[in-house]
């Protein structure tokens, strides 16, 4: 199943898939979710994770780290083979470490298991919003955002420089196109995490800079001597914009 086949239909009912060996909490994440409007489907093992998560298409998926047969961080590995489905990842631990591993990998938020479920529905629904947002009827095609040689389709939520075609996740997607619009001009981590998140973050919070670093992977950057993605000291993040750079 290719990526493009994994994108659920614009308007359906928004499918979630829980992938966690806590069956307790499966139970009332369940009961929680389906009256906010989520059909979700739980399994509890690795090896079950993935191959569900290759069977259909998804909205969105939560992940746990510790799981039986393969650990979550595999489970991602192997679902971002697939598809870019939007994945929240959970962890008992919470630890700093395996947070950045988790996004470093694909993952698009995470919690520790300490959460609220009001605080998981509010994430969800931000990340579920990307991808169920449907254009209106007779709407024009969005505008194609070009930056030099990359090219950012918000319509599509594609990126392709050159001739390549970017794999990005949803939130590195909405990263790329917060700085291709901005291009030329300093974007700060607070107002990316307003942007792409679309709710407030600790000040501190590092994912920003795991994404970019994803980013520059794929973009082929080199930070030292940047040619895509300009870090300001104390500022932020800029696209460069070749077109104003200086000869």
């Known amino acids: 199943m290719t990526k493009s ?32 409007g989520y059909a979700v489907t739980a399994v509890h093992t690795g090896p079950d994770g993935v191959a569900q998560a290759a069977a259909q298409p998804w909205h969105a998926v939560i992940l746990d780290v510790m799981l039986p047969g393969l650990d979550g961080f595999e489970v991602l590995k192997q679902i971002r ?79 392709v420089h050159g001739d390549a075609a970017l794999a990005l996740t949803p939130v590195e997607f909405d990263m790329l196109a917060s700085l291709a619009r901005a291009a030329g001009r300093v974007k ?24 970019i670093s994803a980013l520059r992977k794929k973009l082929g950057d080199d930070p030292k001597e940047p040619r895509f993605i300009r870090t300001i000291r104390s500022a932020g993040y800029m696209l460069i914009d070749p077109g104003a750079e200086p000869a």
């Open 81 to 159: 083979h697939t598809c870019d489905v939007p994945v929240l990842m959970l962890t008992a631990r919470g630890e700093e470490a395996d947070r950045i591993v988790g996004l470093e990998i694909g993952a698009d938020d995470y919690l520790p298991k300490t959460f609220s479920p009001r605080e998981l529905l509010a994430r969800l629904r931000a990340v579920t919003r990307r991808t169920t947002r449907a254009p209106r009827p007779g709407a024009p095609a969005p505008d194609e955002i070009v930056v030099g040689q990359l090219r950012v389709n918000l319509g599509t939520r594609t990126a």
């Open 188 to 211: 700060s981590r607070d107002q990316l995490l307003e942007e792409i998140r679309e709710r407030s973050y600790d000040v501190f919070d590092r994912s920003i800079d795991v994404h």
């Open 5 to 36: 086949e994994t994108k659920p239909e614009a308007g359906a009912a928004a499918r979630v898939l829980l992938i966690d060996d806590d069956r307790k909490l499966c139970r009332l994440l369940r009961d929680y979710l389906g009256p906010m």
